[in-house]
């Protein structure tokens, strides 16, 4: 089944402690992407990334990193997590991100993280 | 700064009757315009989109309405299902960064 995988989903932490959450999608997609969800701001984009070893920043990077090694896999970071990054994260792929034609893009079923 | 809008946090409509929600946009240097429909507790999902050169798209009992001029978007639900009850984000792309508005909740009542 093609699909966009989390893990977990569902964490709860305190300040500082570093985490990640991971992403993987099994349908060879070049494009990749993180966003958070948060009350009366909708779905905003933190990082993504076109292909592998290439990823720059959405709207809202600050406290956050990323990295991808693999084609399939790309885990968000957060080195020192704040109780602001409290939120709730989907990462989503596409064959191609936007651009001269569109692909839709696949989400994650979402990481709701809290930052005690 | 959002440069996307959807000035109706909810909107209700009757089963079988039309559903219209609505976007507005400040940037012109957008090469898509979409709509994606959440439902609770899964991620989001494509529904339709269209070009910026186009200014109509349909699919099946989905039809998306670009106004350039007045920078509006609209998404047209004929006829409305109960199952169609959820949150929708109207969006931009240009070069791999997109912008989603804050969401509409549609409750379509049978």
């Known amino acids: 089944e093609a699909q966009v995988t989390q893990n977990p989903r569902y964490l709860i932490t305190v300040t500082g402690k570093k985490l990640t959450v991971t992403c993987s999608q099994n349908?060879?997609?070049?494009?990749m992407s993180w966003y958070r969800q948060d009350p009366g701001l909708g779905l905003r984009q933190i990082y993504y990334?076109?292909?592998?070893?290439?990823?720059d920043k959405g709207d809202v990077p600050e406290g956050y990193k990323v990295s991808r090694k693999e084609k399939r896999n790309f885990p968000l970071i957060l080195e020192s997590p704040s109780p602001n990054q409290t939120s709730l994260y989907f990462c989503a792929s596409s064959s191609r991100g936007g651009g001269s034609s569109y692909n839709e893009q696949f989400f994650g079923p979402g990481t709701r993280l809290t930052v005690l | 700064d959002q440069q996307v809008k959807q000035n109706s946090p909810s909107l209700s409509v009757q089963e079988g009757r039309i559903s219209i929600l609505n976007c507005d946009y400040t940037?012109?240097?957008?090469?898509?315009f979409l709509w994606y429909k959440k439902y609770p507790a899964e991620g989001p999902t494509f529904l339709i989109s269209i070009s910026s050169i186009k200014d109509k798209n349909e699919d099946g009992r989905f039809t998306v309405f670009l106004n350039k001029s007045a920078k509006h978007l609209s998404l047209h639900i004929v006829p409305s299902q109960p199952g169609d009850s959820a949150v929708y984000f109207c969006?931009?792309?240009?070069?791999?960064?997109?912008?989603f508005g804050t969401g509409t909740r549609l409750k379509v009542l049978a």
């Open positions: 969006a931009t792309t240009r070069t791999y960064k997109y912008i």
């Open positions: 349908m060879n997609h070049e494009y």
């Open positions: 940037n012109s240097m957008f090469d898509y």
């Open positions: 990334s076109m292909n592998v070893e290439v990823t």
